[in-house]
Each structure stands twice: as C-alpha cells, then as structure tokens.
C-alpha cells in the first residue's frame, strides 16, 4: 500500500486508497479525493493463518471473520 501511495503522489497513477492512510496527504493538498460516479465494486478477499497458531487471538480473529462473512451471505 506504501508504494502505491507513493506511486500516486507521485503522479504516476491513480486508484483508490483508503482514506485513514492518506490523510496528511489530503490535508496538505498533495492529493485530492475526487467523486466517482459508481460505488468500488466489492472484490474477494482472502484470509489465511497458520493452523498450528493454537492462541486464543488467532482464533478469536478467525471466528469474527468468519461469523462476519457468514452474516452477509458470503461463501467460506
């Protein structure tokens, strides 16, 4: 995400980024949000762990992901 950032401060592109990770540069000016007619289509995601993590934050974070992704419909 850094180098894409970087890549469009830089002017060598556009996208979109996440806005909690931009904000300095918005607030100086070095980049602009600009409206877009659609809404960013909703793309896969991934999540993978290591099985033999046995920690008790591991598996709360896999059973929220999962109880999340079940709760909107989402295939697993």
Not at 16 to 35: D, M, N, R
Request: aromatic share 8%; no cysteine.
């Amino acid at each position: 995400m850094a180098h894409k950032i970087t890549a469009i401060v830089q002017g060598l592109g556009i996208g979109f980024l996440p806005t909690h990770k931009i904000k300095a540069q918005l607030f100086s000016g070095e980049l602009v949000a600009l409206a877009i007619d659609k809404k960013a289509p909703n793309t896969a995601q991934y999540l993978s762990w290591k099985t033999s993590n046995k920690g008790r934050a591991v598996r709360w974070f896999v059973d929220t992901m999962l109880e999340e992704s079940r709760s909107k419909g989402n295939s697993i």
